[in-house]
């Protein structure tokens, strides 16, 4: 991944698909990944191009730590990398 200093809105959405091939390539992580956004194999290409989309892959995996620490071993990145990407998609009111 790019340095700190460089990592931007262009990487995080790069890390946020890197994390929903990472869920497709497992069924049981797909399978879930659909049951609780309510997407479906049909229209998850459609959705994919909605905005927020790459905020809610992101906010998925955050919520679960195995999912989290996994995909941070695939890809080479920091949990912390991910979370940041996640911030950086979906900036929450806690700096405010």
């Keep these: 991944m790019r340095s700190r200093a460089r990592f931007g809105r262009s990487e995080a959405e790069d890390l946020a698909v890197q994390a929903l091939t990472?869920?497709?390539a497992d069924e049981s992580r797909l399978t879930r990944f659909l049951a609780l956004t309510g997407l479906d194999p049909g229209t998850i290409r459609a959705?994919?191009?909605?905005p927020?989309?790459?905020?809610?892959?992101?906010?998925?995996?955050?919520?679960?730590?195995?999912?989290?620490?996994?995909?941070?071993?695939?890809?080479?990145?920091?949990?912390?990398?991910?979370?940041?990407?996640?911030?950086?998609?979906?900036?929450s009111d806690r700096n405010e």
């Design 22 to 24: 990472y869920l497709a």
């Design 47 to 50: 959705s994919a191009g909605s």
């Design 52 to 91: 927020g989309f790459l905020e809610a892959v992101l906010d998925h995996v955050a919520g679960d730590e195995a999912l989290l620490l996994g995909l941070a071993q695939a890809t080479a990145v920091k949990p912390e990398t991910i979370m940041a990407a996640r911030e950086i998609l979906a900036p």
